[in-house]
């Protein structure tokens, strides 16, 4: 079982914003509550460095779009930096790694691949629970809108997680569930409808049977250009035309499925049969060149798929380092003036006020620079992106060579199950088949 619970984080009062961002994102990935960082996880940044990428996002987001980030608003609504999750267990019932794994795939699917976000597994308290932090700007350089209807949402994704994993889930007493809380799927009229046809057709001897079984629950017109039907207790508001319910289901159609106890089938039309045809020839040809030992095709793109796949996410996560490099890189060019004015003093205590953001930026790009033994200066800038580019190259060629073996893959399978439709449809082949089966269970009794 497993409680959810979404909110906001503001910027903290005499906090600029990205020690906000480090502080929180520094408490949910405390080691001693983590088991040493071993259950913490993140996407599309570093949890040593999130914070810093978060606000560069944030920023690139300001400076994009012209719209700040935080805002004061005039009717006293609140303006976030990032947003938090938790999601809590039952004591108990959950290993820290699956809880982990939970964590993780509930930011995946609630988030998409739109945002940055880390996800922390504690376990200093009885009950396991999971931090989600993530930036409220997504890549699409668009805000995280918070509605009223976004805590029932994560609850129910996490509900179905934690029954994916026959975890138990929080179920609502009976009256606020009659009143609030309910997965139960409603059946439309237009289903209900089409369902009583189809039974009253089976079992009336005729058409006027028909009508007469239609009548106990629906009242019926016949009176006018087309059959409409309409409960007499379901709450059906409008009469329904029959037409409108699909192949099959017009006046003559229902007429004659009650006279000759036949179903309707589409039949096939010269277009299709052409359509069929060219297939045919194109999978006569993709024999020809490939050969027909289809196990052994599927077999060998499966086994390149995966070592493809296998490429690309040891490349991702290489990119994604690299990205934090670029991103400390651009900041120093943009806020190196403003640094040095700074340094030496030339600045005013009111504009060093006034660019304090940029100034805290421009630090925190070096010292991550360093932390990850690459100089500041322009060369190593130099040096690192060309590195970068190739990096790139080799990324799309990768995906490339991936989207190709999986569109060969779907390939064969499709020719594979025209191959197995021809072999069905041939009497010579379907005669040797079942002579061939026959002689084996011959030899199976011997």
């Keep these: 079982m497993a409680t959810t619970y979404i909110t906001g984080i503001e910027v903290w009062p005499g906090r600029p914003p990205l020690q906000t961002a480090f502080d929180s994102i520094t408490y949910i990935t405390n080691p001693e509550k983590t088991r040493g960082g071993e259950l913490v996880s993140s996407f599309r940044c570093e949890p040593g460095t999130a914070h810093f990428e978060m606000i560069c996002e944030q920023r690139e987001f300001e400076q994009k779009t012209g719209r700040k980030v935080i805002v004061d608003y005039a009717d006293?609504?609140?303006?976030?930096?990032?947003?938090?999750?938790?999601?809590?267990?039952?004591?108990?019932?959950?290993?820290?790694?699956?809880?982990?794994?939970?964590?993780?795939?509930?930011?995946?699917?609630?988030?998409?691949?739109?945002?940055?976000?880390?996800?922390?597994?504690?376990?200093?308290?009885?009950?396991?629970?999971?931090?989600?932090?993530?930036?409220?700007?997504?890549?699409?350089?668009?805000?995280?809108?918070?509605?009223?209807?976004?805590?029932?949402?994560?609850?129910?994704l996490s509900d179905r997680i934690c029954e994916e994993n026959n975890l138990s889930v929080v179920v609502p007493s009976a009256d606020w569930q009659k009143r609030k809380y309910t997965n139960e799927k409603v059946t439309s009229f237009r289903t209900i409808l089409r369902n009583d046809v189809d039974r009253c057709i089976r079992e009336a001897r005729d058409y006027e049977d028909f009508i007469r079984r239609m009548q106990e629950q629906y009242y019926v017109d016949e009176s006018k250009k087309y059959l409409t039907f309409r409960h007499r207790t379901n709450g059906q508001q409008r009469p329904i035309r029959s037409y409108t319910l699909g192949k099959g289901y017009t006046w003559n159609e229902i007429r004659l499925r009650c006279e000759t106890d036949e179903e309707i089938v589409n039949p096939i039309t010269i277009s299709q049969k052409l359509r069929n045809i060219e297939a045919l020839i194109h999978a006569a040809g993709f024999v020809r060149e490939n050969g027909s030992d289809f196990a052994a095709q599927t077999e060998k793109l499966n086994q390149s798929i995966e070592q493809t796949q296998r490429l690309m996410d040891d490349a991702q996560r290489r990119l994604q380092k690299a990205e934090v490099i670029s991103k400390c890189y651009s900041l120093i060019e943009q806020y190196r003036p403003i640094y040095e004015q700074y340094h030496s003093g030339s600045l005013r205590d009111q504009a060093a006020a006034d660019h304090r953001e940029e100034i805290e930026l421009y630090q925190a790009a070096v010292e991550t620079l360093r932390e990850k033994h690459f100089s500041p200066n322009n060369s190593a800038r130099k040096h690192f992106q060309s590195e970068l580019a190739e990096l790139q190259k080799q990324y799309s060629d990768l995906q490339t060579q991936f989207r190709s073996a999986r569109k060969q893959l779907q390939r064969v399978g499709e020719v594979q199950d025209i191959s197995d439709s021809v072999d069905a449809a041939d009497p010579v082949i379907l005669a040797k088949t079942e002579e061939n089966n026959m002689t084996g269970d011959e030899l199976g009794r011997s």
Excluded: W
Excluded at 130 to 142: A, E, L, R, T, V
């Design 76 to 156: 006293g609504r609140k303006s976030y930096l990032l947003m938090t999750m938790r999601q809590s267990f039952l004591p108990g019932e959950v290993t820290p790694e699956k809880a982990h794994e939970i964590g993780c795939e509930l930011a995946r699917r609630f988030l998409g691949k739109k945002y940055q976000y880390v996800v922390a597994t504690h376990i200093d308290k009885a009950h396991i629970h999971n931090h989600i932090i993530f930036n409220i700007i997504g890549s699409d350089m668009k805000k995280f809108r918070q509605t009223k209807f976004t805590p029932r949402q994560l609850r129910d």
